[in-house]
């Protein structure tokens, strides 16, 4: 996410639930507390499971004793604060309140003499349930080509913008048989982040986060209803929003040859207007290799996915193998295809301004396809001519690194190969074990107990995606190898992002007593509605203020600024959401876990 607005927005800046029934659950708006609840005394605003770790992190704290209180503020449990061995980005020793051995169900305070309450939590089973559901229904409020009604949205309801039924082929995409200003229909998709755009490089990442979500605990998702309209077609929901997006893909790819338009766009980013208020002409801008290796990679994922419900969706799985096919050839005979928005503008017209995800190296893009593909052909072709270990780093994924994605699915489908495997995969194991523990050496030393917080080079451009996709790195590695410590600090970024953090926030709209009231996201800003569209990260600390809005500080973790013109830490992005759903849900999906002794 970050590249795109250094690329595009800041080149064109332009800053100019409800009831029960749309999620089956009540987000808690509840930003405005009186006193000093939650000043100095920082957890998870959503809550604990009864035999999980619980952690609270107390800042100033003047004595040793912390107490866990009912609402009514009587003490039910006490304990003694423990001092962090190392200080925070500014320089200060925390106290840590552990007070996991409390287990009894209901709704608490943390209690710290001389410096003061938390905000309330609760300690209950699927105390995650109803924010991590939130965080996939937040797709259905991010669709394009559809008006959405009040039935599944509430109050956040609008009507139909960008039909995209009319889209003209930019100058940069031409060929013979489709001649700039041809026009194609390409409608659907989700809408990118605060923008109106859709990209092929960052829906992809998002679209395989979600699929591999279903794929790794699909009797958990079968579960979570989210009240969309496709709910009770037989498809589990969570794969239902994904058919939105994964339609609008099918769309971009060129049937001439297989390759794949880069995004679809305005030539310009909209004003912060509503979506059925942006009639400006939209494009489908120049194939690439790093768009047309991310939709072979997910179109034979979704492949696999979608094999399963053959009765419901006759054909589809054959179909979007054979396009990934396609789209693989075409890479193959087009290695090196770059989307340089700045060479393409002084080549054609009407110049791009808008977000480039522009990526120069395709390696991991090959890693990534190929995996994919050989997975789901059981062919062990696309992986002759790639190197599997181009080199020795383990870095979380990002829409321009995702090399891990394909790591995850040779490691999760290994008995699949039989001894025709990669002669790579017990290494890559090795690897990515070794990853998560280097990623948890030492976390119990920060100041806020998590991984996230043992770098100050964690807190960049939508570093909530980074807290978030270390998380999956944790659960992948549980799943290959149950050490219960993965699990636990997979749970602990999970606690950072809903409010255990040095902003003290909960980064979620909708949950938490303090979350983002003003993220940057365009529909949230112009709809009139005080309560954001729940269910959003915002994009987090970070102390670059790209977008020349001053945050409070700038220690890491603490420079975050909840302003709808900040979009450098407050802006929402579909690839962002997409592994904190990943992480809430498969947390929820692995809670039974937390009940087992250590």
């Known amino acids: 996410m970050c590249n795109k607005y250094l690329q595009g927005y800041i080149k064109n800046y332009c800053c100019l639930l409800a009831a029960a029934f749309v999620f089956g659950v009540q987000p808690a708006f509840s930003q405005q507390k009186t006193g000093n609840e939650g000043v100095n005394v920082r957890l998870n605003q959503t809550g604990f499971y009864p035999a999980g770790p619980k952690i609270g992190i107390v800042l100033n704290s003047k004595g040793d004793d912390f107490y866990i209180q009912t609402t009514a503020k009587k003490n039910v449990y006490a304990g003694k604060l423990k001092k962090s061995i190392k200080p925070t980005f500014g320089g200060a020793y925390t106290g840590i309140a552990d007070f996991s051995e409390f287990k009894t169900a209901g709704k608490y305070l943390l209690y710290v003499p001389g410096s003061g309450y938390s905000f309330p939590f609760e300690i209950k089973r699927a105390v995650y349930h109803d924010v991590a559901a939130a965080s996939i229904k937040a797709y259905y409020f991010m669709r394009a080509s559809i008006a959405l009604n009040e039935k599944y949205a509430g109050k956040w309801s609008r009507a ?18 489709r001649p700039a200003g041809t026009v194609i229909s390409s409608p659907r998709g989700w809408y990118d982040a605060g923008d109106y755009n859709k990209y092929i490089v960052n829906s992809g990442i998002t679209t395989s986060t979600l699929l591999s979500l279903y794929e790794d605990f699909p009797a958990y998702m079968k579960t979570v209803k989210l009240n969309i309209p496709e709910s009770g077609n037989g498809l589990p929901d969570i794969l239902n929003e994904v058919l939105w997006n994964m339609r609008w893909m099918l769309t971009m790819q060129d049937p001439a040859d297989g390759g794949v338009y880069h995004k679809l766009t305005n030539a310009a980013f909209d004003k912060m207007e509503m979506p059925d208020k942006s009639t400006e002409p939209r494009f489908v801008v120049q194939k690439g290799t790093a768009a047309t290796l991310d939709f072979a990679a997910v179109l034979a994922q979704a492949s696999r996915v979608f094999s399963k419900f053959k009765t419901q969706l006759p054909g589809l799985a054959d179909s979007c193998l054979t396009q990934a096919s396609k789209a693989w050839d075409w890479a193959v005979k087009n290695p090196n295809v770059v989307y340089n928005q700045d060479t393409m503008n002084k080549q054609f017209e009407p110049k791009v301004a808008t977000g480039a995800y522009g990526d120069r190296n395709f390696k991991d893009e090959f890693i990534w396809a190929a995996s994919e593909l050989t997975v789901a052909t059981q062919k062990p072709g696309f992986l002759k001519d790639i190197n599997l270990l181009p080199d020795t780093t383990m870095p979380v994924p ?7 994605l394909g790591y995850y699915t040779l490691l999760k489908n290994n008995k699949a190969f039989g001894p025709n495997g990669p002669k790579e995969l017990s290494e890559i194991k090795k690897r990515l074990l070794a990853a998560a523990d280097n990623m948890i050496a030492g976390a119990d030393e920060t100041a806020y107990q998590t991984v996230m917080n043992k770098s100050a080079r964690h807190f960049g451009w939508g570093s909530n995606s980074e807290a978030a996709n270390e998380g999956i790195l944790l659960i992948q590695a549980y799943r290959l190898s149950p050490n219960k410590k993965y699990l636990d600090y997979a749970l602990a970024n999970l606690d950072y992002i809903l409010g255990r953090n040095g902003a003290g926030y909960s980064y979620i709209t909708g949950y938490g007593s303090k979350m983002p009231i003003h993220p940057h996201h365009r529909p949230s800003v112009a709809d009139g509605i005080a309560d954001p569209i729940p269910g959003l990260l915002a994009g987090g600390a970070n102390p670059g203020m790209q977008d020349g809005i001053k945050v409070p500080s700038t220690n890491p973790d603490e420079a975050y600024i909840d302003d709808d013109r900040a979009y450098a830490a ?7 959401n997409a592994p904190f759903a990943y992480l809430a849900n498969a947390i929820e999906a692995l809670q039974a876990e937390f009940r087992k002794s250590k």
Request: glycine share 6%; charged share 10%.
């Open 398 to 404: 990002t829409w321009s690194q995702v090399k891990l």
């Open 570 to 576: 407050n802006e929402i992005a579909i690839n962002w």
């Open 160 to 177: 139909e913008g960008h039909p995209d039924t009319s889209v003209l082929i930019h100058a940069s995409a031409a060929n013979s048989g």
